[in-house]
T-cell receptor
Framework: DAGVIQSPRHEVTEMGQEVTLRCKPI?????LFWYRQTMMRGLELLIY??????IDDSGMPEDRFSAKMPNASFSTLKIQPSEPRDSAVYFC???WGQGRPDSPLHFGNGTRLTVT | QQQVKQSPQSLIVQKGGISIINCAYE??????FPWYQQFPGKGPALLIA?????SEKKEGRFTISFNKSAKQFSLHIMDSQPGDSATYFC??????????????FGQGTELSVKP
């Protein structure tokens, strides 16, 4: 298995532009998570899906952020409009195990976003 | 109550030494405590995990010690090697995802093992 695949690996954009991050989870996994990593705040859970349905989006910082999972093999995280404070590494992770947190999270290698 | 506090922020250890990273929590509903390891440019990966019904779990050179009454847990890396140099995150979760059981991560500890 190729693992969780994220694209792009790096994204540099100007303030005000729309940014779309993409994720392909591991086949068969029923949970998908979006995390944001910064030096100041560490790893923050933004949103997670179960069987393509958003379950908890309480970590989404603002209405500028939105996430979708149109099918079991694809998810997007969109920021519109982007701001410099959105600069971070965004991770997608997936897991399987009937909703038990002791099922390991499998992380992608992240998208490093820089907003200038 | 949802926080997991991790220390130290950074740690330098000589090869062959013991690395110790500590975490503390407040929420007594937490019932699962994993440690994740992250190498530069990569996503975190599960290293070892423990449930509060045991006080210690060992896997190779990695040991989790758990103190339920103090609400603290720690990671010990014995015979630390340069290849262990990475960022380590503790985490905790209060049950199943459909009961709000999302993983809460600590701030991370950057470990550097000197040859």
């Amino acid at each position: 298995d190729a693992g969780v695949i994220q694209s792009p690996r790096h994204e540099v954009t100007e303030m005000g532009q729309e940014v779309t991050l993409r994720c392909k989870p591991i086949s068969g996994h029923d949970y998908l998570f979006w995390y944001r990593q910064t030096m100041m705040r560490g790893l923050e859970l933004l949103i997670y899906f179960n069987n393509n349905v958003p379950i908890d989006d309480s970590g989404m910082p603002e209405d500028r952020f939105s996430a979708k999972m149109p099918n079991a093999s694809f998810s997007t995280l969109k920021i519109q409009p982007s701001e410099p404070r959105d600069s971070a590494v965004y991770f997608c992770a997936s897991s399987w195990g009937q909703g038990r947190p002791d099922s390991p999270l499998h992380f992608g290698n992240g998208t490093r976003l820089t907003v200038t | 109550q949802q926080q997991v506090k991790q220390s130290p922020q950074s740690l330098i250890v000589q090869k062959g030494g013991i690395s110790i990273i500590n975490c503390a929590y407040e929420n007594t509903a937490f019932d699962y405590f994993p440690w994740y390891q992250q190498f530069p440019g990569k996503g975190p990966a599960l290293l070892i995990a423990i449930r509060p019904d045991v006080s210690e779990k060992k896997e190779g050179r990695f040991t989790i010690s758990f103190n339920k009454s103090a609400k603290q847990f720690s990671l010990h890396i014995m015979d630390s090697q340069p290849g262990d140099s990475a960022t380590y995150f503790c985490a905790a979760s209060p049950g199943r995802y459909n009961q709000g059981g999302k993983l809460i991560f600590g701030q991370g500890t950057e470990l550097s093992v000197k040859p």
